[in-house]
């Protein structure tokens, strides 16, 4: 059940990624990140930013795992980059051994994240990202769990825009934010 969420709009991919580097400086290893929102909305490029953020060396090259499924990389925590856009089964998302990742040391960053049945993860933040119009995204942090509820008030104070326990504040990212 979720505990609190908060909303931020994005003006730019360069806002998108900042979002990603700043929770990855949050972030303690064991984390479970879902993606959730359509084609187009910015999904790989708030990974990119994270994994920018937790010092992946050569971030600027993360890319979807639509194809591969799982990308791994290492930075200050090992990073599971999953896609499940192309998975079209149960059976194949259990021959992925999910488990294996979702419950390592590493954070899991999991795209198109309702594809995965729910009794795979217990608490986890989810982040559903929407098309806002020109190159702005609405990207919402919903906490699953009082680990992620401090991950997102933790996040709020590093934007500078203020949440309130279970309730949704709307608030415009600056492109002048540093990291």
Not at 48 to 71: E, H, M, Q, Y
Not at 122 to 150: D, N
Not at 166 to 179: C, H, I, M, P, W
């Amino acid at each position: 059940m979720a505990m609190g969420s908060w909303t931020v709009i994005s003006t730019s991919a360069r806002m998108t990624m900042s979002l990603g580097r700043k929770l990855a400086k949050l972030v303690q290893g064991g984390e479970i990140l879902g993606l959730v929102g359509e084609l187009g909305t910015g999904k790989t490029c708030l990974v990119r930013g994270f994994c920018d953020g937790i010092k992946v060396s050569k971030a600027a090259w993360v890319r979807s795992p639509t194809f591969t499924l799982i990308n791994e990389y290492q930075g200050r925590l090992p990073v599971y980059h999953i896609d499940l856009y192309r998975v079209g089964t149960l059976a194949e998302i259990e021959s992925l051994n999910l488990r294996e990742y979702l419950y390592a040391d590493g954070v899991s960053l999991i795209e198109w994240f309702e594809y995965l049945p729910s009794d795979e993860v217990g608490e986890h933040l989810e982040l559903r990202l929407a098309h806002a119009g020109g190159s702005r995204r609405e990207i919402t942090f919903i906490a699953h769990g009082e680990r992620y509820e401090k991950i997102v008030e933790q996040l709020t104070k590093k934007t500078g825009v203020q949440k309130f326990k279970g309730s949704t504040v709307q608030g415009l990212a600056s492109g002048k934010e540093r990291d």
